[in-house]
């Protein structure tokens, strides 16, 4: 596996109020490493406050750890100044929870999907909204009006904006917070192929982040735990899930209520039963 990103020994540490005039400092992260291949898709779970999102934060460059570095495509992230930086960024995106909290609700669609060709620069009006529209498409929307809001749309169409905007600058790595816990079971699953179906036509990495394990087994090839700042474990999806080796991921595991694997899917030539 050629990687494509490597963290090493990141520590992020965040200043804590301890009452008068007391200030202390708690370590979020704790000397975290990790890889992540070209092609690959990582699954990052643990306890809520573990420090899930302060590491996508960290091996995006908008947070800058207290020690250890960041890797990407053999350019340390950290190292860079300001223009190197937006430009290094350009080649990663996030995806959120909620589309509702992350998407501008005063925007159009179109504002949305082009606003980052535009901060990016050097292209022609033209091609920018030839480029939406193919966006758009490539979501899987291409019949709703460009001069639509994003309030106007329901929750899967939503996040299918925000996936379009993610991928408006051909990023090599899209990290996922949380893509679908916000929505209904049925629009998760089409979501979730619509992020496989996606990394295979545009040869994307992710490093996923849920709560969800059925989510974990559905799409990542591997997958790391983490507890309270530290990778407790992480290894190939199957093995982790069939083997764990870890205390905490034993009881992740377990404590998780497990959904009944998804039937095969049905052949066209079966009989539609009605409702
Ligand atoms: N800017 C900040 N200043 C101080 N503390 C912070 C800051 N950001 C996060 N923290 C703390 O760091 C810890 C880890 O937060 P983080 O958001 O990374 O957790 P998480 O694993 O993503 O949790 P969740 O699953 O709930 O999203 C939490 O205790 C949080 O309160
Ligand atoms: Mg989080």
């Not at 937006?86 to 998407?103: D, F, G, I, T």
Request: some cysteine.
């Amino acid at each position: 596996m050629i990687e494509l990103l490597i963290a090493n020994n990141l520590v992020k540490r965040f200043r804590t109020s301890g009452g008068f005039f007391r200030t202390s400092t708690t370590d979020i992260l704790k000397q975290v490493s990790l890889n992540i291949g070209h092609g690959e898709t990582v699954g990052l779970v643990g306890e809520s406050g573990s420090g899930k999102t302060t590491l996508a934060r960290c091996i995006t460059g908008m947070l800058t750890p207290e020690e250890g570095d960041v890797q990407f495509d053999g350019i340390d992230i950290h190292a860079l100044n300001r223009q190197q930086k937006k430009h290094c960024r350009q080649a990663m995106a996030m995806v959120y929870q909620n589309p509702y909290l992350s998407l501008n609700p005063h925007f159009t669609l179109y504002e949305l999907i082009a606003e980052p060709l535009e901060t990016a620069g050097n292209m022609r009006e033209r091609d920018r909204q030839e480029r939406v529209a193919n966006l758009m498409a490539q979501v899987g929307l291409a019949d709703i009006p460009l001069t639509q809001r994003v309030t106007t749309l329901s929750g899967g169409q939503a996040q299918r904006i925000a996936i379009a905007r993610a991928l408006a600058l051909k990023p090599k790595l899209i990290v996922l917070d949380e893509p679908t816990s916000a929505l209904d079971v049925s629009v998760q699953a089409q979501i979730l192929n619509l992020l496989v179906a996606l990394k295979e036509s545009q040869n994307l990495s992710y490093l996923l982040i849920t709560h969800n394990l059925d989510v974990v087994r559905y799409i990542c090839d591997r997958v790391i735990v983490m507890s309270e700042g530290v990778i407790v474990e992480q290894g190939e999806t199957e093995n982790v899930m069939t083997d764990p080796q870890h205390a905490y991921t034993q009881l992740l595991i377990q404590s998780t209520p497990h959904l009944p694997t998804p039937p095969p899917p049905k052949q066209d030539t079966d009989t539609a039963s009605p409702g």
